[in-house]
């Protein structure tokens, strides 16, 4: 079965940068888009972008251009996302998902907190 | 970007209740997909292409709409229902989501 197991909750200090990983088993991971959504506290879902781990190729929601960089490693079939020049309001729960018919597989999701 | 406007925020309801969720394209979309998110969890795939539910949604979920106006429906609403729910266009990148409606148990 497809699972996508992410990295731990991350405490960082403003104008720093972090990196979570998704490690993903059950499929073809070099064959499967990896997509990034955001959620910060309280609020709605947000589409950070996309790597296609087979050829490294990537794709950003313009909003997010600069802020984070999609890598994939398919030795291990983990993808990263980095975030950097961190401020508070890039605390959020940051998820890694793939997609089907939809947003069909979903990690459990990484905490990011940023504060000094 | 399209822009996705869930209504009602929120809404309370009692088991057994119909409940009806509203979700609003800024430009027309061809189809639509919804999530259901419990506190502390992933959003669960729910609804998609518009009407198909997911693997294990129970079926007194649908899902309709077109256009610009789609709307997820219960017909019969179970405490286990109780969560909230985000509606999500791909008919143009960057997909996007809808603010989400918290649905409680009355």
């Known amino acids: 079965q497809v699972q996508l197991q992410q990295s731990g909750t991350e405490l960082v200090k403003p104008a720093s940068s972090v990196k979570i990983s998704c490690k993903a088993s059950?499929?073809?991971?070099?064959?499967?888009?990896m997509h990034w959504i955001r959620q910060q506290p309280g609020n709605g879902l947000e589409w950070i972008g996309w790597?296609?781990?087979?050829?490294?190729?990537?794709k950003y929601n313009q909003k997010f251009d600069g802020k984070a960089t999609l890598t994939a490693d398919k030795s291990s079939s983990t993808a990263y996302m980095q975030l950097s020049s961190l401020t508070s309001e890039d605390s959020a729960v940051y998820f890694c998902?793939?997609?089907?018919?939809?947003?069909?597989?979903w990690g459990q999701g990484v905490m990011v907190t940023v504060s000094s | 970007e399209i822009v996705l406007t869930q209504s009602p925020t929120t809404i309370a309801a009692s088991p057994g209740e119909k409940v009806t969720i509203t979700c609003r394209a800024s430009?027309?979309?061809?189809?639509m997909y919804w999530y259901q998110q419990k506190p502390g969890a992933s959003p669960k795939p729910w609804i998609y292409?518009?009407?198909k539910l997911a693997s294990g949604v129970p079926n007194r979920f649908s899902g309709s709409g077109s256009g610009t106006s789609y709307s997820l429906t219960i017909n019969t609403m179970e405490t286990e229902d109780a969560a909230t729910y985000y509606c999500?266009?791909?008919?143009?990148?960057?997909?996007?989501f809808g603010g989400g409606t918290k649905l409680e148990l009355k």
């Open positions: 999500q266009q791909w008919s143009s990148t960057p997909p996007t």
């Open positions: 998902a793939t997609w089907g018919s939809s947003f069909d597989y």
């Open positions: 059950g499929y073809t991971f070099t064959s499967n888009y």
């Open positions: 292409d518009t009407s």
């Open positions: 790597i296609y781990p087979g050829n490294g190729n990537t």
């Open positions: 430009s027309s979309v061809s189809y």
